[in-house]
């Protein structure tokens, strides 16, 4: 079967499109193969060797496959499958734990971390949700969560969570100011932004403004900084950004809470939640959310697709297609 794999970590050009053996599933897997995937800014990540991603691999990639959004059709049971069926529609957030592998024509995983997709549902939209979607739904539903007439901006806001983050706080009522590249604005005026703001020529930190909520998926500021525009008890959720901002909030969130007298948080991300799949599905079911799609490409250009989110301009998600 065709697959992209990553020979080192290192750049885009460490990664070829090649012929690998198909795999074999276990007794308690389902062989898939795969309908449409999306690329994630957590593949760069890997192809980068960014430090975070090492604890997977520390010298060479853990996940030599990348590609963690599923979506495809059941081909294969082991003998103990009982949660799926031979020729059945599902998709899955296939990230750490369950070693990524959907930049590939077939992946074989456990049949437990599957789910249906009813025939209603546009696949290609389902692509791009199960990594970037999950995590935007999860970090939309704190403990104290934005409600009606909160304001939030939301840092970062054209990429493939920040899309959703958007469309999730517009439909609870709240004001969203978004930050991110002008050819992307008329983009997020659609899908729910009252405010945009342009970073490459204004610094929204200077606005003067204060917010209930900053989702900021490139926390590259220092944060005394980023936290700034929070109005006093608003909630900062870093969700991306530099590795000292992730692990200055990894370690010292509560201490920093009380010095900058805002709550800050480490944004959620629990991996392979079922309950967080099937509420995705339910919002794609109504259309409550519509998934923005940049291009869709075949699995032979996953490779220029990732230099292409490297580069940047990208609005939402680059979905892969399979034959
Ligand atoms: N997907 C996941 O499962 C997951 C889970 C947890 C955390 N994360 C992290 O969350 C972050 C965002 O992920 P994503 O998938 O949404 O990435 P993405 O699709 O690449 O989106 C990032 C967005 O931020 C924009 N941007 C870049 N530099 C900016 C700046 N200085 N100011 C404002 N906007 C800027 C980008 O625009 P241009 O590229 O056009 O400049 C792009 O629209 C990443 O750091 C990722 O590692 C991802």
Redesign the pocket.
């Known amino acids: 079967m065709k697959a992209v794999l990553l020979q080192r970590y290192g750049s885009s050009d460490d990664l070829i499109y090649t012929d690998i053996p198909m795999p074999t599933p276990k007794s308690d897997e389902a062989l898939v193969r795969l309908m449409y995937t999306s690329i994630?800014?957590?593949d760069?990540?890997y192809v980068n060797g960014h430090p975070l991603v090492r604890f997977t691999g520390l010298r060479k990639p853990g996940y030599p496959i990348l590609g963690?959004d599923l979506v495809g059709v059941v081909e294969e049971i082991g003998s103990d499958v009982t949660q799926v069926q031979v020729g059945d529609i599902v998709w899955a957030?296939t990230?750490n734990p369950l070693r990524y592998g959907t930049f590939a024509e077939y992946t074989a995983l456990p049949a437990i971390s599957l789910q249906k997709i009813s025939k209603d549902i546009d696949l290609k939209q389902a692509a791009c949700l199960p990594?970037?979607g999950?995590?935007a739904l999860q970090n939309i539903q704190l403990k104290h969560p934005a409600k009606a007439g909160d304001t939030a901006l939301v840092?970062?806001?054209?990429?493939?969570?920040?899309n959703i983050i958007v469309q999730l706080l517009h439909q609870a009522g709240v004001e969203v100011t978004a930050?991110?590249?002008q050819?992307?604005h008329d983009m997020l005026k659609e899908i729910g932004a009252t405010h945009t703001i342009d970073?490459e020529t204004t610094d929204y930190l200077k606005s003067g403004k204060q917010y209930d909520f900053v989702y900021d998926?490139?926390c590259?500021r220092p944060l005394s900084e980023a936290t700034s525009i929070l109005k006093k008890d608003g909630q900062f959720i870093m969700?991306?950004?530099s590795t000292a901002n992730i692990l200055r909030v990894l370690t010292t969130a509560p201490f920093l809470s009380k010095k900058f007298q805002k709550k800050i948080i480490l944004?959620a991300?629990r991996t392979n939640d079922h309950d967080d799949l099937a509420q995705m599905h339910q919002l794609l079911l109504d259309k409550t959310i519509q998934p923005v799609i940049d291009r869709i490409i075949p699995l032979e250009e996953t490779i220029e697709g990732i230099k292409a989110?490297e580069?940047?301009?990208?609005?939402?998600?680059i979905v892969i297609q399979f034959e």
């Not at 840092?155 to 920040?162: E, H, M, P, V, Y």
């Not at 580069?311 to 998600?317: A, E, P, S």
């Open positions: 994630n800014a957590a760069l990540d963690s957030d990230s990594s970037a999950v995590v840092n970062g806001a054209g990429g493939g969570i920040g930050v991110d590249k050819i992307k970073y998926l490139v590259y969700l991306g950004g944004g991300y989110l580069t940047g301009n990208v609005l939402g998600k």
